[in-house]
């Protein structure tokens, strides 16, 4: 069965660095997403991306993160500087482009920042 | 913006039928999931509702009223490894958009 993949499954950073994640969506799909959760709290949406560009983004978006399809298979999200609060699990979600169909969410990254 | 209640915690014993609630408020509605999701682990699709009606897949029934911003989740024939969180996220905007709420904690006991 197909499935979304993530690197690493656990970073560790120093508060103010920048950090790369990554994640390999399912190769037919065409709508990809990062979402986040801390620890103990709800998920929470960041970005979707459709057509090699950003659909839909959070306020807090702009603010820290963006985003890369740098090839055919990888998407990647960057976050600069990094904070203590951005320590969270980082998931990578892709769905088919309508919007009903289930968004396959990857194992995530665990990001602890220092 | 949108809203989204679920009770916190449940708890409930192997073998039984448990329901859990969701309500939520939103301008835009473009359906609502149920994910599974246990500890440390990602959430895994469960069932989408976009009418009226109850959906059901196997041991899981999903029910949705869109008058009353409603919806809830039927697992019948519980085991334990069915404990874990249940989420409800609803699906807004043209950018596919999930906004999740806080879940409910389902234990199942013997």
């Known amino acids: 069965e197909p499935e979304v993949t993530q690197t690493p499954s656990h970073q560790v950073t120093q508060m103010g660095q920048e950090v790369i994640l990554r994640c390999v969506p399912i190769s037919n799909h065409l709508y990809f997403y990062w979402y986040r959760q801390i620890l103990g709290q709800k998920v929470e949406f960041l970005v979707s991306?459709?057509?090699?560009?950003?659909?839909?983004k959070s306020e807090i978006f702009d603010d820290q993160f963006s985003v890369e399809r740098p090839d055919g298979s990888n998407f990647t999200l960057k976050i600069r500087s990094t904070k203590l609060e951005d320590s969270a699990m980082y998931f990578c979600?892709?769905?088919?482009?309508?919007?009903?169909?289930?968004?396959?969410f990857g194992p995530g990254t665990r990001l602890t920042v220092t | 913006g949108q809203n989204i209640d679920q009770p916190t915690e449940m708890t409930a014993t192997e073998g039984a039928i448990v329901q859990i609630n969701c309500t939520y408020q939103t301008s835009g509605f473009n359906g609502l999931f149920w994910y599974q999701q246990h500890a440390g682990e990602a959430p895994t699709f469960l069932s989408y509702n976009v009418l009226d009606g109850l959906e059901e897949k196997g041991r899981f029934s999903s029910f949705l009223s869109r008058s009353k911003g409603y919806s809830y989740l039927l697992l019948k024939e519980l085991q334990m490894k069915d404990s874990a969180s249940y989420l409800c996220p609803i699906l807004t905007g043209g950018g596919n958009k999930l906004t999740f709420g806080t879940g409910t904690q389902l234990k199942v006991e013997l």
């Open positions: 979600a892709s769905s088919e482009p309508q919007g009903g169909y289930e968004q396959y």
């Open positions: 991306f459709y057509n090699n560009e950003i659909s839909e």
